[in-house]
Every structure is written in structure tokens, then in C-alpha cells.
């Protein structure tokens, strides 16, 4: 039920209606709570992404009773095909009481509008094309009580439409990486923490029903075994369309990141390629784009005075391997579930006590685990490191299964087997911060 009062346009405003926002606007309205979900750009809309989704993205859908079949439109895949080391692998996703056994893949533009329209069939309030321009706070408190936003100007009109200020107790921010919300209230980006970049095309290709995700190990900055190996990987992942998604990510630790030309990387990297595979100019459908991947918290607190942070903008993508949207979805359903227990008590201390428990629920859910990958990032970014891993690592395929499940972060946390067991000890014990 809303509990909002004449004061406010709605009980929660969510600001950006990507994977984040959009599953934070669902399970709110889930809840009964008046969310109003505001989108800059219009539906459908490209984003830059692998287009892949781990198991543990696949359980949030399952949760929000989507459909991923094959039938609605899904690409199922069995897990990862690694090349690296003269080596070729295929790693199962684990089978798991936690996780289903089996990832997905779905084109962003079309993913991210499912998402925002499931959560406009709960109840949520999308408005799109509608750009946030500037927080709301209250004069006496500071706290933040809104946000001030502009319509885009419709087609074929000379108007110029009038800022909007719209009022709520709670304003989450699910604007992504550079979280122009969080900037506005002096939350800015931690430099002590990993960031990674990725760049992507499409290719016209006869793989495009792999039913595994394929990701390569080796990225040399010049000709291989005469140069570095970079810090990142790879990947082919077929679309079922015709198409596959090609790219590769790369991390912020290696002494020439700064000076890397990304695309040119990956023109290199696919001009060794199998010539049959067509990753070739005249078969390449759209341009190369590119994006940041905030890392490992980068972007704190996740709650100060009536602000929550989800996703992109709490900086909580995997070091390990690169994925933001299960932990964009998660994060989002864990903002949901505490903001409503807040918003049935009485506005002051025992609201913000609730509150407060954002942030510690974050940590305890993944602050060990994004600390070891710190830990990681930071040694692979020594290319002798790097390569003693893809050399020595993938031709011990038990030492591999442990590696997939500690880089995806799939495993069960009661019982499970001895590899579940050390990894999540080694969570554990690891100072979450």
C-alpha cells in the first residue's frame, strides 16, 4: 500500500530504468509502494554489453517470474569455452541448489525493456525520456527529497519543456556508472578502487548458436609471446540471431592502461581469428562501442541521507570477471526489501535506523568477496603473473572448475562441496570495505 503523503509525488523515485532500477522498481511496487521510475532515453535503447548472463543473473529473472526459455526469445548456454595457453576448455556452470545450471543470452536493448516493462506491469511509474537534472533537498536537514527533471523536447517542436521537480521520501540512484545523481550530492567515485573498460561489436556469423559463452585468456599489447599480456579477456558469445557479440574487457592495473587503444586491440585480437569465422569489416554490423565497468565499490556509502545506490552506480560490478548485471538486480532487490521495511515505520530515527542497514547488508553479501577480487585484479596486472596463470592454470581442469566457480561467484552457501567450502571461507574471512 503507498503510504505517501500529499507532500510527495510518490513513496520511492528511482532514477534510471536499467537493470538496476528497473528490478528495484518492480519489487517495490511488488510491495505495494508508489515508485515512479525515470528513464533519459526511450525504450528500446542500446547499451554497451556482452549481452551474456552468468546463473546468478538468471536466478533474479526466475525470481521475477520471467520467462527464459527458448520459446520467449532466450539463447540458453551450457558455460564457458576458454582458449588460452594453446589450450581450449569447456567448463560447465556448476550444478548448484543456489544457482540453475544454465546461463542466457538476450541483446540489451531488448533485455533492459522487458525488464522496465515487468516493472511497469507491478505497478511502477516509468517515465522515459525524462532527464534527471539535479538532486531536491530539504533546506533544514540536507536530506535529499527529490530530484528536479526535464522532458526531451518532442519531435518536430520548437517548446522547450519546463523542469519538473518530483518529491519523495526515498530517491534511489540506478544511473550507472557515471551516477550524475551521486556526483550532485559529493559522491564521487573511490580511485583506489579497479575499474575495467570493454569495448563490443556485432558480427554476421555462422556461430551464432553456440550454446556456450566463450571467453580467450590471451590479449598481448603487440604480437604475441613479444609483448605484454594485458590484464582482461576476450569473448564470443552468439546471439541466436544471425549475430554474435564480440569484445573484450580489459582492468585499469596494468602500467599501460592509459595508453591502450582499446578498438585497435580488438581489431588485432580478431585478426587471428579463423578466417571462416567471418569476424571480418564487410560482415560487422553496427560500430564498436565502449563503456566503464566500476569495480568493487567504488562508489560509497550506498545510503546518505535519503540516497540509495544500486548497480552501476554503487560500483558493483565483479572484479573477477567483469559482470554487472546480476549484482545491478540483486542490489536492487536488497535496496527494495529494506526500503519497504523503512517506509512502515514512522518518518526519523527508526526509519533511518533500517536504512542503515543497507550499506552492512551490502558488505556482508559481497565485501570479502570483492576484496579478494582486489586482490586479483591488482596481481594479474603483472603480465608475468598473467601469464603464468594462462600457461600453468587451464591444464588442470579441477584447479579450472574451482576458478570458474570463484570468478563467477557461484557456489552454495550451506554445504556444498569442498571447492564451495574454501571459497566461501576465503569470503569469509576476507575484511570486507
Not at 325 to 340: D, F, H
Not at 349 to 364: C, D, F, G, I, M
Amino acid at each position: 500500500m503507498s503510504r505517501k503523503s500529499a507532500d510527495y509525488d510518490a513513496d520511492v523515485i528511482v532514477v534510471g530504468a536499467g537493470p538496476a532500477g528497473a528490478t528495484t522498481a518492480y519489487h517495490l511496487a511488488r510491495t505495494g509502494l508508489d515508485v515512479l521510475l525515470l528513464e533519459k532515453t526511450a525504450f528500446p535503447r542500446e547499451k554497451v554489453c556482452g549481452d551474456g548472463l552468468t546463473p546468478r543473473a538468471v536466478k533474479q529473472l526466475v525470481a521475477m517470474g520471467i520467462d527464459t526459455s527458448e520459446a520467449a526469445g532466450w539463447l540458453q548456454n551450457k558455460g564457458l569455452r576458454i582458449y588460452g595457453g594453446g589450450m581450449r576448455l569447456e567448463l560447465p556452470w556448476p550444478d548448484l541448489a543456489e544457482f540453475p545450471s544454465y546461463g542466457l543470452v538476450r541483446k540489451r536493448s531488448d533485455f533492459d525493456e522487458m525488464l522496465a516493462r515487468h516493472a511497469e506491469k507491478a505497478g511502477a511509474r516509468l517515465l522515459e525520456r525524462t532527464t534527471v537534472t539535479g538532486p531536491v533537498t530539504d533546506e533544514s536537514t540536507g536530506r535529499l527529497v527529490g530530484v528536479t527533471a526535464k522532458p526531451s523536447r518532442e519531435a518536430g517542436s520548437d517548446a522547450v519543456p519546463e523542469e519538473v521537480t518530483y518529491r519523495a521520501p526515498l530517491v534511489i540512484a540506478a544511473d550507472g556508472n557515471s551516477s550524475r545523481l551521486s556526483v550532485s550530492v559529493g559522491l564521487r567515485r573511490r580511485e583506489d578502487r579497479p575499474m575495467g573498460v570493454a569495448v563490443r561489436t556485432y558480427f554476421t556469423n555462422p556461430r551464432h548458436d553456440d550454446d556456450w559463452l566463450e571467453s580467450w585468456l590471451e590479449l598481448w599489447d603487440g604480437k604475441p609471446g613479444q609483448s605484454n599480456l594485458l590484464p582482461g579477456y576476450g569473448w564470443v558469445f552468439g546471439m541466436g540471431d544471425g549475430t554474435s557479440n564480440v569484445g573484450l574487457g580489459l582492468l585499469n592495473t596494468s602500467t599501460g592502461f592509459q595508453n591502450t587503444d582499446t578498438r585497435a586491440l580488438l581489431k588485432a585480437w580478431l585478426s587471428g581469428m579463423p578466417e571462416e569465422w567471418g569476424f571480418v569489416d564487410d560482415q560487422q554490423v553496427g560500430p564498436v562501442r565502449g563503456a566503464a565497468l566500476p569495480m568493487g565499490f567504488n562508489r560509497q556509502p550506498h545510503y546518505s541521507s535519503g540516497l540509495l545506490l544500486v548497480g552501476d552506480a554503487g560500483g558493483m560490478v565483479n572484479p573477477f570477471n567483469g559482470e554487472g548485471i546480476a549484482y545491478a538486480m540483486e542490489s536492487g532487490e536488497l535496496a527494495a526489501q529494506i526500503v519497504a521495511q523503512a517506509l512502515a515505520r514512522p518518518d526519523g530515527s527508526s526509519r533511518e535506523r533500517v536504512l542503515r542497514t543497507y550499506p552492512r547488508a551490502l558488505k556482508a553479501q559481497y565485501g570479502g568477496y570483492y576484496t579478494l577480487g582486489r586482490v586479483f585484479v591488482k596481481a594479474i596486472g603483472d603480465p608475468r603473473i598473467m601469464k603464468l596463470a594462462t600457461r600453468h592454470g587451464l591444464p588442470h581442469p579441477v584447479l579450472m572448475r574451482f576458478t570458474i566457480k570463484l570468478l563467477a561467484n557461484l557456489t552454495d552457501p550451506r554445504g556444498g562441496d569442498a571447492m564451495d567450502r574454501v571459497i566461501n571461507a576465503m569470503c569469509k574471512v576476507a575484511p570486507a570495505a
